[in-house]
């Protein structure tokens, strides 16, 4: 039986990409009536490659009497990081037609940052075989 430990370099393409939206109601402007404001959003998207690391290890042994000779069986696991991604967005403002010909802003433009870690855990079962 062998056990062991794996580490190294690893790289790999990331990416983020979606849409905020703002949806609202509001409450009247000068005792009027409740209106809906029209939905504001907007799309973001980063994508890069990044250089992080890989670590596990595993075990993989024979079992004589299971397998026939030169075959072995191994269960492994792998935790990836990549690192993150940071990327933002910006909201546009709500605009609604107003009285007399004005437009009536509700929500001023905003920004939101977005910040996106990515790990992955592998595990693999497997069975080796050996020429001899």
């Given at each position: 039986?062998?056990i062991?430990?794996?580490g190294?370099l690893?790289?790999?393409?990331?990416?983020?990409?979606?849409n905020?939206i703002?949806?609202?109601?509001?409450?009247?402007?000068?005792?009027g009536?409740?209106?809906?404001?029209?939905?504001?959003?907007?799309?973001?998207?980063a994508?890069?490659?990044?250089v992080?690391f890989?670590?596990?290890?595993?075990?993989?042994?024979k079992?004589?009497y299971?397998l026939?000779?030169?075959?072995?069986?191994?269960?492994?696991?792998?935790?990836?990081?990549?690192?993150?991604?940071?990327?933002?967005?910006?909201?546009?403002?709500t605009?609604?037609?107003g009285?007399?010909?004005?437009?009536n802003?509700?929500?001023?433009?905003?920004?939101?940052?977005?910040?996106?870690?990515?790990?992955?855990?592998?595990?693999?079962?497997?069975?080796?075989y050996?020429?001899?």
């Amino acid at each position: 039986m062998l056990i062991y430990g794996t580490g190294g370099l690893a790289y790999g393409r990331v990416g983020v990409s979606g849409n905020t939206i703002i949806s609202e109601t509001s409450t009247g402007l000068n005792s009027g009536p409740p209106f809906a404001i029209p939905p504001s959003g907007s799309q973001f998207d980063a994508f890069k490659t990044n250089v992080r690391f890989a670590v596990g290890g595993g075990i993989e042994g024979k079992w004589s009497y299971l397998l026939p000779a030169g075959w072995t069986w191994k269960v492994e696991y792998l935790y990836l990081d990549l690192g993150s991604l940071n990327t933002g967005t910006t909201l546009v403002p709500t605009t609604f037609p107003g009285s007399g010909g004005f437009t009536n802003a509700i929500i001023s433009a905003q920004t939101g940052a977005i910040h996106t870690h990515f790990t992955d855990n592998i595990v693999r079962v497997g069975l080796n075989y050996q020429f001899h």
